[in-house]
Structures are given as C-alpha cells and as structure tokens.
C-alpha cells in the first residue's frame, strides 16, 4: 500500500465513515461535520484533501442514486476499506462508452488512480450517460502516468485512464441516465472542494507562522503584518465555508447555487493572496524542497485551478441582478 493509500484510509476511519458512509447532509450541523474532516486534510496534505473529497462525493452519490443493494454493498465494501473516486472529465478523442462490446475508451484527471479501489465514472450508453461505479480490482484500467506532469499535486496521483472491451456488471450502474449532473448537487458539491481549498490557506499560515517564529523573525513589523494578514485570509476562508453551508439550507434554487459560486471565488482569491504573501514572508527558503511550506505552495497553487472560474464569477453577478445574493451580518 502506498503512503497516500493509507492516509487516504485512515482519514476516512478518522471521521468514522468507513462505518458511516456520509450521505447529502440535512442541516447546517451535519453539513460542517461533513466538511471539517475535509477541511483538516487539506490543512495537513492537499493531494489527502483532494482524495478524500473525490471518495466523499462518490459515496455520496451512490447512497442518493443507488438502491437497497447498491447501497449496502457499498457499506460492506467501505467497512473493508474500500476508497471511491469520481471519474467524469472526458479523454479528448476518447470518450468512455459502454456498448454491447463492453467498457471501451478513457477518462482524464483520474484522481487516485493506482490508488483507489472503486470508481465512479460516466459512460455514453445508448440510453444516454450512465454513472458506474466499477471494482478497480476486477475492471483494472490501463494507466498513463507520463501525462500528469505538473509543478504540484503529483501525490493525488492524477491520471489518465483507459478500458479496452472491459465486462461490466449490471449492477455496477448507479441511478438513472443523466442523474450525475443534476442540481443542486452537481454544482452545489463544489464546496467540498473549497473547504479543502480553506484548509490549504491553514496550512500556509501555519507553515508560515512556524518558520517565522522558529527563526525569530515574528517580530519584525513588516512579517508581523504579514502573519496578520495572513491570518485573516484563513480564517476569513473558513468561515465563508461555514456561511455557505448554513446558507444552503435557508435558499432556494438558483440562489443556493450561487451562493456556493460566490464561496468558491472568495476562497481562491483568499488562496491567491495567501500565496503571495507567504513567498514574502518565507522567502528563498520556502523554495526548498525540503522545506514544509514548499509542498504546500505548489500543491494549492494548483489545485485552486478548478474549471471555469469565470463562468462562476458570471454566475454570481447574475444573481446580483437578481437580487438572489446581498451581503448581510
């Protein structure tokens, strides 16, 4: 087992979900219990955080879509200490299609590939797009791990995969055609991500902190307005995760959404800033490998890279417009 499978493990025993598998939440309380967990792995290792959030989204989808079956094999299978990813981003050229045939084509930014032990993917069947949730021990996939080459996160061991005529079971189909996109929470599940986003910009205020401290220069007025800001940079991402999940469950539609966007922006460009302002403070020395807050700077630097930013800040000044969005204390 690799280092990263056995924290990915031992994460999931952590927040008891091996025995607990976690469900769509059904008040604020449960949303934040949902979200410190992943919140803590990205403060403590961001390519953990991205992993855990990949196994939370699809074991929740499988206890939304699923049935009676579906969902206690899936109980029984995380009591053995299984971990779930979600597959969905296409391979250009090479779409996944489940035929007479079988499994045919691949998926990119395959999270957890080599890792895991089940994931979900979306496959074009005649009756439309169909989620799977497949044994990656009984329909392995081939690997290309010469694609992901990146300044950061290489640990989420993000790949790119492929099927060649690979016998599917019929039970491995989850829900109905076209469920994995529906709303709210296709776009609402985004603030699993931002949370571990929050716990990343944790991670630099800490290392930041320690490494001043440590080398007695926390007292300098210049790196003091720096931990400063720093600080209010994470615990203002914090608590934008905690607003966003109480406010989930007092809007409606389109405003829930949004709201949710407008969390995703706001965290990254809090993450963009802590960035910077960590390199100021550290200096050439967080450049070191060695160096704690290295990983961090590179790993966060990518994974706020989220798609389609725009179309989220467009979203958000729409429901502007609308007046689905004001600030209010």
């Known amino acids: 087992m690799t280092g990263i499978a056995e924290a990915l493990q031992k994460a999931i025993v952590a927040a008891g979900w091996h025995v607990a598998p976690p469900c769509d939440p059904g008040d604020a309380g449960a949303y934040h219990a949902l979200l410190r967990p992943l919140y803590a792995a990205g403060r403590r290792d961001l390519p953990l955080g991205r992993l855990l959030e990949g196994h939370v989204d699809a074991v929740q989808i499988v206890q939304r879509y699923g049935d ?36 045919e084509g691949g998926k990119s930014y395959a999270s957890g590939a080599g890792v895991l032990s089940h994931a979900l993917v979306t496959a074009d069947t005649p009756a439309g797009q169909h989620l799977l949730l497949l044994d990656l021990t ?6 290309d791990r ?15 995969v492929h099927w060649r005529g690979a016998a599917v079971l019929d039970d491995a189909r989850i829900g109905s055609p076209g469920c994995y996109a529906r709303e709210p929470y296709f776009s609402g599940g ?18 930041t902190r320690d490494h001043l401290v ?15 800001e720093l600080f209010a940079l994470a615990a203002g991402a914090a608590a934008t995760v905690r607003d966003a999940a109480v406010a989930w469950f ?31 403070a550290v200096g050439l020395q967080g450049q070191f ?13 990518v994974y706020v890279r989220q798609p389609a930013p725009d179309a989220q800040r467009l979203r958000v000044g729409r429901a502007v417009r609308d007046g689905l969005l004001s600030p209010d204390l």
């Open 190 to 207: 985004a603030l699993r991500f931002v949370a571990v986003h929050a716990g990343g910009i944790a991670a630099l205020f800490d290392h």
């Open 68 to 103: 009676a079956n579906q969902r206690a094999a899936l109980a029984n299978a995380l009591a053995g200490g299984a971990t779930l990813g979600v597959w969905n981003a296409a391979l250009p050229g090479v779409p996944l299609v489940l035929g007479e045939g079988g499994l």
């Open 214 to 228: 440590a080398t007695a220069r926390a007292d300098d007025p210049f790196q003091a307005a720096r931990l400063a």
């Open 289 to 301: 490998l060695a160096h704690p807050l290295a990983a961090t700077l590179a790993d966060l630097s």
């Open 138 to 143: 009984r329909v392995a996939p081939t690997i």
């Open 250 to 280: 007092e809007g409606y539609g389109e405003a829930r959404l949004a709201r949710v966007a407008a969390a995703r922006l706001a965290v990254t460009d809090a993450a963009e800033r802590a960035i910077i302002l960590a390199q100021q």
């Open 146 to 160: 010469d694609w992901w080459r990146v300044t950061g996160m290489q640990r989420s061991e993000t790949h790119q």
